[in-house]
C-alpha cells in the first residue's frame, strides 16, 4: 500500500496547491492575523476526542484484559494509533498495526486486540456515515436552494457499506481468505490465526449494548471535532452557527474517510472545507485558514505520543537486546565443555 499512499499524497498536495493558487494569498494572510493564541485551545480540547475513543476501546477490550491494560495505557496508545495514521504515509492502518504492538508489551493476544480493533473500524464507519448523513440535512436546511443531488446520490450509494461490512464480519468466514496476512500480522500461522481472529470478532460482534454505547462514543468523538471549526471562524472574525460547523466536520470528516487512502487526508480535506463552506457564504481563504487550523492541531497532537512511543521503542529493544545476550551467554556457560 505504500506506493498507493505516496500517490495519493503527492494528488492531495497538489489539490492544496491549486488550491492555494486560486485563493487571494493577501486575504488569507489578513486572516490569519486575526487569529490569536486563543487558536491553540483546540490542542487541549482534543482531549474529548481521545477520551470517547479510549473509553470505547477499552469497552471492546474488556474480555481480554483482566487489568493488563488501564485506561491511561489505553488513552496513550489511543492518541498513538491517530498520531500515527495523521502524519505517516500508512494509508491509515498503521496506527492499527502500531496499537496491536503496544497492547502486547501489556500481555493482550495479538488476536483478540486485532479484533476489537477490526470492530471498531465498523463502528467508526458506521458513526462517520451518520454524521455525513447528520450533516447532509444541515447542509439541505441551509441552503435549500442549492444543487445538491450528487452529495444525496454519494451518501444514498454508500449506505449499504457499513451494512455489509458487519455482515460480512458477523456471519462470513472473511478471514481464512486473508491467511498469509494474518501470519504477519499476528505471529501465528495462517490457519491458526484465521480460526481465532474469527472466533474473537463473531465474541465482539454479538455483545449488542457494547456495540451501541462503543458507536455513541465514536459518533461523540467525531461530533466534538466541530467545535475547531466553531471557534476558529469566532477567531477568524466570520462567525458561524454551531449547525453549519457540524455540516462542515461532518461532510469533510466523511470525505477523508472515502479518500482513506490518502494520508491524513492531504487536500481531501481541504477541498470539502471550501466546497461545502462555499454552500453556506464561507470563502475559501476563511476555509483554508479552518484546515490549517485543524492541520496545525493534528500536528502538536501527534509529535508528543510519536516521541514518546519511540523513546519506549528505544528502551524496549535495548532491553531486548540484553535480555536476549544474556540468554546466549548463559546457553553458551551450560553447554561449555567441562574441564
Known amino acids: 500500500m505504500k506506493p498507493a499512499a505516496y500517490i495519493g499524497g503527492l494528488l492531495g498536495l497538489s489539490l492544496i496547491i ?83 504492538r503496544l497492547l502486547r508489551w501489556r500481555g493482550l493476544s495479538a488476536v483478540a486486540t486485532t479484533a476489537t480493533i477490526i470492530t471498531e473500524v465498523v463502528l467508526t464507519l458506521t458513526a462517520v456515515y451518520l454524521l455525513g448523513a447528520l450533516g447532509t440535512v444541515v447542509l439541505l436546511s441551509l441552503s435549500p436552494g442549492g444543487n445538491h443531488h450528487a452529495l444525496i446520490t454519494v451518501l444514498l450509494v454508500s449506505l449499504p457499506i457499513p451494512v455489509v461490512f458487519f455482515l460480512l464480519l458477523r456471519y462470513g468466514r472473511v478471514f481464512p481468505r486473508l491467511e498469509r496476512f494474518l501470519s504477519r500480522l499476528v505471529g501465528l500461522s495462517g490457519a491458526d490465526a484465521a480460526a481465532m481472529l474469527d472466533a474473537d470478532l ?61 494520508p491524513g487526508g492531504l487536500g481531501v480535506q481541504e477541498g470539502a472545507l471550501v466546497l461545502f463552506g462555499h454552500a453556506i457564504g464561507i470563502s475559501t481563504e476563511l476555509s483554508l485558514a479552518i484546515s490549517a487550523v485543524k492541520r496545525m492541531r493534528e500536528i502538536l497532537c501527534a509529535l508528543p505520543p510519536l516521541a514518546s512511543w519511540q523513546w519506549l521503542e528505544g528502551r524496549h ?14 546457553r553458551g556457560r551450560n553447554h561449555a565443555p567441562r574441564t
Not at 486560486?22 to 480540547?45: I, K
Not at 457540524?246 to 482513506?260: D, K, N, T, V
Open 18 to 100: 491549486v488550491l492555494v493558487l486560486h485563493a487571494d494569498v493577501p486575504v488569507l494572510v489578513r486572516v490569519w492575523h486575526m487569529a490569536s493564541a486563543a487558536v491553540l485551545w483546540v490542542v487541549p480540547y482534543r482531549i474529548v476526542y481521545f477520551a470517547c475513543y479510549a473509553l470505547g476501546w477499552r469497552a471492546l477490550l474488556r474480555p481480554f484484559n483482566p487489568r493488563k491494560a488501564g485506561v491511561g495505557y489505553i488513552l496513550w496508545v489511543t492518541t498513538v494509533r491517530e498520531g500515527v495514521d495523521r502524519l505517516l504515509p500508512v494509508a491509515n492502518v498503521g496506527g492499527s498495526v502500531v496499537g496491536v
Open 202 to 262: 463473531k465474541n465482539c460482534l454479538r455483545r449488542v449494548p457494547t456495540l451501541v454505547g462503543v458507536a455513541a462514543l465514536e459518533f461523540v468523538a467525531l461530533l466534538s471535532a466541530a467545535f475547531e471549526i466553531w471557534w476558529g471562524l469566532r477567531l477568524f472574525d466570520h462567525p458561524v452557527s454551531a449547525p453549519a460547523s457540524i455540516m462542515l466536520e461532518g461532510l469533510s470528516q466523511a470525505a477523508r474517510h472515502l479518500a482513506f487512502i490518502i
Open 317 to 330: 529493544l535495548r532491553r531486548s537486546g540484553t535480555l536476549g545476550s544474556h540468554a546466549r551467554t548463559t
